[in-house]
């Protein structure tokens, strides 16, 4: 009998509290759809204005487009060179991608594994590739706008090509070392023993087991190509290598007052961005805070 | 691992890294000091003149207008991101449905090109056109309905609320990997105690987050310090240089003006100043801290 009240009891306790925490749940909903809607308008009032034209933009932005008027997208694909600033922004980030995991890789697996004479030499060399994170990259500009002309590139793939390789470097050491240096090195050894030569040993034993910190670092790389516009409106002059945010800093330009232009130009743009990053979010949420965190 | 450390094998990993490395970060750098001594127009011979540009740039209304601006530009981002951010950590961290995806959302801005952010917002600030006048107007608060961009005032506070707003995501999610580090009994210890919410957040997360707050302060002032797209979108400085900060300063006197030795004296000059933030921030902290052990 007893017992059969305690039990009672705990049940509408139990039924009390579910009951606040049903409350405190809309309390914890409220403001965080709040917040979350406040930071995607500018997104949607973006799309919502691409599909009205001129007048209504000026007149009515708030109200629906009376009709789907997809004139503004045809004004953009029209004037714009979508492919070609495409093409030329897939060539730069997947070279300079390739070649910097390659390259970082290389001299990450050496400073992590290989034994070196002088271990001032090897910690020495670490901070210093380290170095790169410290530095702001408008230093950068002119010097390498210099250098580009010294060595005969510009207006060449490879004019943006090295900058970015050249400042990937510091972020993938710092990910490949961490990852690199918390992985016990017992395999390796025994493949050493098994008569592996250094090719074989990075390609076989190595590299199966660093896929997720490439996967992180290769996406991080790709998003910082895509997105960087300093070292490419400095080194970049000739129409026929205009990358996607070249061609974005002119669509003003472009259309001088043709807003609903430039808006759809900009939507056009901006949505494979989202769904690239929809896909691989997890990703680059990982490598940006990662790279934050131990920086 | 010894017999693969033979030192030709060392050198070949660190040779193409330390080259590139060497050649596009190194020498930069040592180059830009070097031109900031100089008067270069682009043709000729760079001519040595010592410190000159540095006197000058002592002299110049417009290097303490951008100055005066990138501070305005971390303070207001500063006030307007730490809270929020904390805040909107604080939510996505309880167990709501779907946090995952909020999260995402709301980590979405610092992902997209700056230089699209950049144009977006133009849309938004814009005196005549942009949503927030609009929006103003409409309800009846016609004279709140400032110019926002492109006045003599109030750019780079608009310029502090397109920051937060880029990196608002980013920073919170900085706050989540610092709340997930807190360990639980510690709130349990605090729930026999009978404290409240509010108490838990005062004597518990904050402090306990301390590390966290001061990496968020030092993520903002470099990413203050690197706003460039923005700002180029926005007003491209103007009108007459009143809305520049440091950086488009440097961008628009080396390569507009194509002042090069006095722009590589104003681009050393703002190196300098984003050390000096960081040296002062870290300096002040630590001071705290030390006051609270003894």
Redesign the interface.
């Known amino acids: 009998m007893n017992q059969a009240m305690t039990q009672r009891q705990e049940n509408q306790n139990l039924a009390k509290s579910e009951k606040s925490k049903t409350k405190s ?1 809309i309390w ?2 409220i ?3 709040a ?2 809607l406040i ?5 949607l ?2 799309i919502l ?1 691409s599909f009205k034209s001129n007048s209504e ?2 007149t009515s ?2 109200s629906l487009p009376t009709n789907l008027s997809l004139e503004n997208y045809r004004s953009a694909i029209a004037t714009l060179d979508l492919l070609l600033m495409y093409k030329n922004t897939i060539i730069i980030a997947v070279i300079t991608v390739v070649v910097v995991i390659i ?2 890789f ?2 990450s ?3 992590s ?4 004479k002088s271990g001032k030499l090897k910690g020495g ?1 670490y901070y210093f ?1 380290l ?2 994170l ?11 706008y ?2 580009t002309i010294m060595f005969d590139l510009m207006n060449t793939h490879a004019s943006l090509i ?2 970015y ?3 990937s ?1 510091s972020f993938n ?1 710092l990910l490949f070392m961490g990852f690199l240096k918390g992985f016990p ?1 017992e395999l ?2 025994a493949a ?1 023993i098994d008569g592996c ?2 090719f074989t ?1 990075c390609k076989s034993v190595v590299l199966p087991i660093i896929i997720p910190v490439i996967a992180t670092i290769f996406i991080f790389n790709i ?1 910082y190509v ?2 960087e ?2 070292f490419a409106v ?1 080194l970049i002059s000739s129409d026929s290598l205009t990358t ?2 070249l061609g ?2 002119e ?2 330009g472009r259309w001088n007052i043709d ?1 609903g232009g ?2 759809a130009a ?1 939507v056009l ?2 949505i494979p ?2 769904i690239f ?2 896909f691989f ?1 997890k990703y ?2 990982a490598g ?2 990662a790279g ?2 131990k920086g | ?5 033979k030192k030709r ?2 050198c ?3 040779l ?3 080259l ?2 060497s ?3 190194i ?3 040592i ?2 000091s070097y ?1 900031s001594l100089t008067r270069f127009s682009g043709i000729g011979e760079p001519e040595f003149i010592g410190l000159k540009n540095y006197q000058a740039l002592l002299q110049d209304p417009f290097f303490w207008v951008s100055l005066k601006n990138t501070v305005i530009v971390l303070g207001v981002t500063l006030i307007v991101l730490i809270p ?1 951010a904390f ?2 950590a604080l ?2 961290n ?1 167990d ?2 779907g ?1 995952n995806v ?15 952010v950049g ?6 600030l814009d005196p005549d ?1 942009g ?1 927030v006048n ?2 103003l107007q ?1 309800i009846g608060l016609e004279q709140l309905a400032f110019q926002w961009i492109g006045g003599t005032t109030l750019t780079p506070y608009s310029v502090g609320v397109v920051e937060s ?1 880029r990196i ?3 920073i919170a ?2 706050f989540l ?1 610092g709340l997930a580090t807190i360990p639980r009994e510690i709130y349990e210890a605090s729930d026999i105690d009978g404290a409240n919410r509010v108490q838990k957040l005062i004597f518990i997360t904050i402090p306990m987050l301390n590390e966290t707050f001061k ?1 968020n302060v030092i ?1 903002i002032i ?1 990413f203050c ?2 706003i ?2 923005t700002v ?2 926005l007003t491209n400085g103007g009108p007459n240089h009143l809305s520049e900060v440091l ?1 488009t300063y ?2 628009n006197v ?2 507009i003006s194509g002042e ?1 030795g006095y ?2 004296a104003v ?2 000059v ?2 300098l100043i ?2 000096v933030f960081m040296a002062l921030f870290m300096g002040l902290s630590r001071k705290r801290v030390e006051k609270k052990g003894v």
């Open positions: 749940k914890s909903y403001p965080i759809y917040i979350t930071v995607m308008l500018p997104f009032w973006m204005l933009i000026l932005p708030f390259i970082t290389m001299s697996f050496a400073l594994r290989m034994v070196f060399l590739l170095l790169g410290a530095i702001p990259p408008f230093i950068l500009l002119f010097p390498i210099r250098i090295l900058p390789i050249a400042t470097i050491t090195k390796e050894e050493i030569n250094l040993l998003l895509w997105n516009f300093p400095t996607v945010p974005i800093s669509f003003k807003y430039i808006i900009t743009v901006m961005q989202l990053y929809g979010q680059i949420i940006m805070t934050a965190v | 691992m010894h017999w693969l450390s094998y060392i070949f990993m660190l193409p890294t330390l590139v490395y050649a596009y970060i020498l930069p750098i180059i830009a031109y929020s805040f909107l939510l996505l309880r709501v449905k946090s909020l999260k995402a959302l709301n980590f979405a801005p610092a992902v997209i090109a700056p230089i699209l144009l977006i917002w133009v849309f938004i056109m949503f609009v929006f409409k707003w608002l995501g980013f999610t900085i990997a990496i993520l470099t310090f690197k460039f797209e180029l979108q950086v440097m961008y080396t390569f090069y722009g590589m681009a050393v703002t190196l984003t050390i």
